[in-house]
């Protein structure tokens, strides 16, 4: 074998490697949440999240996008908010682990919500579960 040939067999490793760590601790945490939390079935209509921004089915760069709104704030694309509670929701219902693992577990179940519901469900789940109400005030 070369060393050209080494190299190439190296790199090809080393990148299989670096782009397999984020898929198995994906696999990994989503098979340590006992469930999954299952979507509200809706008619079909547009898709308005509690923000009242309109909801599209988004690819995966898309899905991890920032952006800030007009008073500085850094927010989620739209429908990311409700799919955040609804992962919240239905871990805050399991046994209480640690930390790390507790985030970990919420955001691989952030991504699979994103992934296989449809927007609709998302808003509509997040809105009939009471995700959507007025944030309280301190008085």
Same mark, same amino acid.
């Given at each position: 074998?070369?060393?050209?040939?080494?190299?190439?067999?190296?790199?090809?490793?080393?990148?299989?490697? @670096?782009? *397999?760590?984020?898929?198995?601790?994906?696999?990994?945490?989503?098979?340590?949440?006992?469930?999954?939390?299952?979507?509200?079935?809706?008619?079909?209509?547009?898709?308005?999240?509690?923000?009242? +921004?309109?909801? =599209?089915?988004?690819? @995966?760069?898309?899905?991890? !996008?920032? #952006?800030?709104?007009?008073?500085?704030?850094? =927010?989620?694309?739209?429908? &990311?908010?409700?799919?955040? !509670?609804?992962?919240?929701?239905?871990?805050? +219902?399991? /046994?209480?682990?640690?930390?790390?693992? !507790? &985030?970990? +577990?919420?955001?691989?179940?952030?991504?699979?919500?994103?992934?296989?519901? =449809? /927007?609709?469900?998302? =808003?509509?789940?997040?809105?009939? *579960?009471?995700?959507? #109400?007025?944030? #309280?005030?301190?008085?």
């Amino acid at each position: 074998m070369t060393a050209l040939s080494k190299a190439l067999v190296a790199m090809l490793l080393l990148w299989a490697l @670096v782009a *397999g760590i984020p898929v198995l601790g994906y696999v990994v945490a989503l098979g340590m949440i006992e469930g999954r939390p299952a979507p509200v079935h809706v008619d079909a209509g547009p898709a308005v999240s509690c923000r009242n +921004q309109i909801v =599209t089915r988004m690819r @995966v760069v898309d899905a991890f !996008w920032v #952006r800030e709104s007009e008073t500085g704030h850094v =927010t989620l694309a739209p429908g &990311h908010e409700e799919a955040a !509670w609804a992962a919240r929701r239905h871990l805050s +219902q399991l /046994p209480r682990t640690g930390m790390l693992r !507790w &985030h970990f +577990q919420s955001a691989a179940l952030h991504v699979w919500i994103v992934r296989q519901w =449809t /927007p609709l469900q998302i =808003t509509e789940t997040a809105r009939l *579960g009471g995700a959507c #109400r007025a944030r #309280r005030s301190l008085r």
